[in-house]
């Protein structure tokens, strides 16, 4: 047997270490005495303040100014109508205010010269853990997986951290706001879209709850294999896995009759009183369909069983990852389900596979007219995001649908692109400047502005980098 | 009985790739008004290479260079040629695991003793441009094992991937890895020495020191039985065989580390006991200690991207490649995963966007840089006459993400070529089809077979 690298490897799981074994965390395995329990809080509190410090981000953040800026002469890709070249975007308070070749200057507009640069809409990533991860290897620093299989009241928006140091390295390539999402279990949380600015969580929140996460089960013995090893692995699988769709069709079950409860006492004070419950209520939008559900399912047959079960429950289904995405196209298209593609830049699930499956999805979604964005599936490298979307056309995509996977798509799929996006008049100023298609690895980003406000283009990287440049 | 459906598409795969490497073995190939881009001489527009028996055999613009007759030409009008990446850091074709996990010192053991020819991943990497590897042991221990330099002949016998005159290697680990910051042993496995960076040292300090008193044995050894007595012989130790050769200067090292400390520590060892780091591997704060790298002689060989996946990462910068490259580090990206192991040139591209190299300097971090920390350089890593035919064309330059590998050589062999790849897999699905559909026959015929014993 080969080793296997994982679809959806993080970096310390890429056979560069005894991690790549597996990692297997077990507690102490001795109950330690009072006195080593002392030195071991005292060490840990260490331990953690240190972390904090390192983890806690000095990068300037916006500043709270929305100016009148207009930057003249650019080549503007407003991704949602023709590219302007020669012209010039004003925008003032956030919003963008004029495009065009003959857009008037206001007086007192800060004017920026866009001779050789281009213009574009913040790139919007669909799928990250920024703000609730810092550091993978260390518990303290992650706030992305839950205890136990079902919680759907694990709200990602609680959680963001404004000062992770990885908001600053991600936002410095173009990249305006992404969906942060927990992981793990079988119901993960919710989800939230945030602009990668803002000193709390509530400035960075632009839609939370943005979506419910299902890890949709999956019948296999080992990851990677289609069907068990043998009769008994084969007996063991099929019992795990009805044991989770039913925990999985119970949730849905309890929380459609505490939705019928909460709305008839809600209509009729008379009505029998019923017990809160968190979880159930977190779940009440989901069930009356004002929360779209996505659902992670990679291969043919769990795709299949995840819109067989959205069927059933009437979800408003997203379905996300979905390697095998090809197989099911019919399906989707049915019902309109849309998909975030991604982590492009990953194996094909199967040894047979065609070497190049994940990176020629996307077109073959395109070709069939189904709604799709491509996310990082990251955290530390989401500044990846375009080369994922780069992949694709590289394999067929049209250039210009691949930056649309990763603006105005998601915008559209989350039901934000009245405000986000793409370069129109009326919408914030989420946008940033570059030398070049910033799907080229060569580009270099210039400027960025966030709801109209001027982005300091510097990070924990940058700052390390001028530091170093300079040792004597 | 069911036949597990990879191994039957294992097979499958491999019989394509020996297909495709034979319809060239035989002849001369030429690639006609390419983008050459040779790495040591500059970029070639319209430009020819002449490969014949397994080398380069003439390199230059359309105009000077003849088409010898009976060639097969390749019209790469358009498209960019570059050499074969060479990838110093892969655990690809290692079969089971890669890490002797069980002794702080497990230099003894080889990871050419593990290899299959049969991992897709080869195929995948081959697909991407990759064409030479160094597979190492994993960072378990202090000191792991001994890695071996093949070539992705993918199809071909495994002996065909060793290279004959590649240096013998060896695996060393600092930081978190070697001591089990972040990991448990499985049940069974007791925990191991060291838990510190200070145990670390130790291991690779005691492990020469012993080195040094066993070759004063067996030179004493030697000296006696010169002058014809008859000593008895020190006891062979295969680890300390190979600390000695480390010693000798007969294997590399290439030190898989992480930050500025335990760099510097290795490299004050290194002084101090008299043997050689060849590679610095992840590397990750070299740029914090990139002159003392230099001044060593030491490479380094980087990630551009990955950060934050443990605490020894948290300073890893994107900009790490420029800062060394410039202080003098020979400094090369490596993938450490099958899956970057696909796209090293675009990691070569990003040190143009994190700290400006120039677009000749980033083309050397990912073939004519490695195959000097390799000390392949007479061979590979460049696009001169004499060296090897690795070569791959590409629908257009390398360093642009839009970019494809249209067709990839090993010794002027076909082993990827994307017109193939395609048409292949029409005859992959049938092939596919038959066989289950065979299988199913089969399985229904033993069925009905039992059935008739039993009526019986």
Known sequence: MVRRTFCHPEPAQRGEGPVANGATSVPHETDPSPSSRLRMTAFLALALAALQLSAQSVILNNNGKKPT????????????????????????????????????????????????????PGMIDSGTHIGLSEVDSVPGTNDVTELGDLNPNAFAAVAVNPHSNLIPVTRINGITSVVTKPDGGIVSGQSALIQLSGWTPKEMVIKSPLALHINFPRLRTASFDEQPQDEEAE??????????????????????????????????????????????????????????????????????????????????????????????????????????LGPILSLPPREDDPYDLVFTNAQKLNEAGIRFAIQSDDAHNARNLPYHAAMCAAFGLPKDVALKAITIYPAQIFGVADRIGSLEVGKRADLFISDGDPLEITTNVKRVFIDGEDIPMDSYQTLLYKKFSQRP | MKVPMKVTMRKLALAISLFATAAFAENVTVIRDATILTVT???????????????????????????????????????????????????????GSVNEISLPNSGAVRIGDVLTNEDINVYRELAGGTTTALVLHGSANSIGGQSQIVKWKYGRPLAEWFIPDAPRTIKFALGENPKSSNFRPPPGIPLQYPATRMGVEEVIRDSFLKAKDYMAAWDEYDAKKKRGEN??????????????????????????????????????????????????????EGYKV?????????????FIDWW????????????????????????????????????????????MKYGGLSEDEALKLCTLNGAKLLRLDHRLGSIDVGKDADLVIWTGH????????????????????????LAMRVELAKEKRDRLKKEADEEGKNKKGKKEVSNG
């Open chain 2, 398 to 421: 390398p360093f642009s993400t839009y970019s494809r590998v249209e067709t990839t050589f090993i010794e002027g062999d076909v082993y990827f070529d994307r017109a193939k790849d």
């Open chain 1, 69 to 120: 800026v207009a930057i003249r002469n650019a080549m503007i890709v407003p991704v949602t109508a023709p590219v302007c070249n020669n012209c010039t975007i004003v925008f003032s308070e956030g919003k963008i205010t004029a495009i065009g070749a003959n857009a008037a200057v206001p007086g007192g507009a800060v004017v920026i010269d866009g001779t050789g640069l281009r213009v574009y």
């Open chain 1, 235 to 340: 007996k063991e699988a099929r019992k795990s896995y009805s044991e989770q769709l039913d925990k999985l069709r119970d949730l849905f079950r309890d929380a459609n009759a505490y939705a019928k409860a909460a709305s008839a006492r809600m209509k009729d004070v008379n009505v029998k009183r019923y017990d809160r419950d968190v979880m159930l209520e977190s779940m009440v939008p989901v069930v009356q369909g004002q929360v779209p559900v996505i659902i992670h399912a990679n291969l043919e047959r769990d795709i299949r069983a995840a819109i067989k079960f959205a069927d059933e429950e009437k979800i408003k289904m997203i379905l996300a990852d979905a390697d095998d995405v090809a197989r099911v196209i019919p399906d989707l298209k049915k019902r309109d389900i849309p998909v975030i």
């Open chain 2, 308 to 351: 934050g996946f443990k605490a020894e990462a948290y300073d890893a910068i994107p900009y790490n490649v420029a800062l060394m490259d410039r202080a003098g580090v020979v400094t090369v990206v490596n993938s450490d995963s099958d899956e970057l192991a696909r796209r090293l040139n675009l990691d070569a591209a990003k040190s």
């Open chain 2, 290 to 302: 990139a002159k003392e790298i230099a001044a060593h002689g030491v490479g380094g060989g980087t």
């Open chain 2, 41 to 95: 001489h500059g970029k070639i527009e319209h430009g020819t290479v002449v490969m014949r028996g397994g080398k380069i055999a003439a390199v230059g613009p359309d105009s000077e260079i003849a088409v010898p007759a009976g060639a097969n030409v390749i019209n790469a009008s358009g498209k960019y040629v570059m050499p074969g990446i060479i990838d110093t850091h892969s655990h690809t074709s290692v079969e």
């Open chain 2, 231 to 284: 000593p008895i012989p020190p006891r062979r130790d295969l680890m300390l065989d190979v600390m000695s050769d480390i010693l000798r200067g007969k294997i590399d090292v290439h030190s898989h580390c992480y930050r500025s400390d335990e760099i510097l520590m290795l490299l004050n060892l290194s002084d101090e006991l008299g043997f050689k780091v060849r590679e610095l591997h992840h590397v990750l």
